[in-house]
């Protein structure tokens, strides 16, 4: 955790992803905020998918989303290549997204887009097929 004082990010969350430490994951993704532009591909990989994993745990819903909101803007502004996230990460996170987005509504105040909107930009910039998935 010494890499969050200095700023490091990629580090912080390489030592943390590599302890396997759910717990440890979470509470540094909460005091540092989405970082995913501050990532190397591995370590954002990783996490993204640690962050389709945590989707279906309701307390853990809207820390999803912020980390998602970021990644959807961060696929839109340099495309559906961006950070080499590999095509399972990508369909286990709009998968796990959309039964997310079904089943819980995100806080009241929430104020970024809704998590609906952000499974069609995702799946749409990645040109993946929903109706694939939900087979």
């Given at each position: ?46 996490l ?9 745990e309701r ?22 290549h ?5 095509m399972?990460?990508?369909k286990?996170?709009?998968l ?36 694939q998935?939900?087979?």
């Amino acid at each position: 955790m010494d890499a969050l004082q200095v700023g490091d990010m990629d580090s912080a969350y390489a030592e943390v992803l590599s302890t396997g430490d759910d717990h440890l994951l979470v509470k540094l993704m909460d005091r540092s905020g989405p970082v995913v532009d501050q990532l190397s591909n591995e370590v954002a990989s990783e996490l993204l998918h640690a962050v389709g994993q945590f989707l279906l745990e309701r307390n853990l819903f809207d820390l999803c989303l912020s980390w998602i909101q970021q990644l959807v803007e961060i696929v839109l502004e340099n495309g559906p290549h961006v950070l080499s996230i590999p095509m399972e990460v990508k369909k286990e996170l709009l998968l796990n997204l959309h039964e997310a987005s079904s089943t819980m509504d995100p806080p009241e105040d929430w104020e970024g887009v809704m998590p609906d909107q952000l499974l069609l930009q995702l799946a749409s910039a990645w040109g993946i097929d929903l109706r694939q998935l939900q087979k």
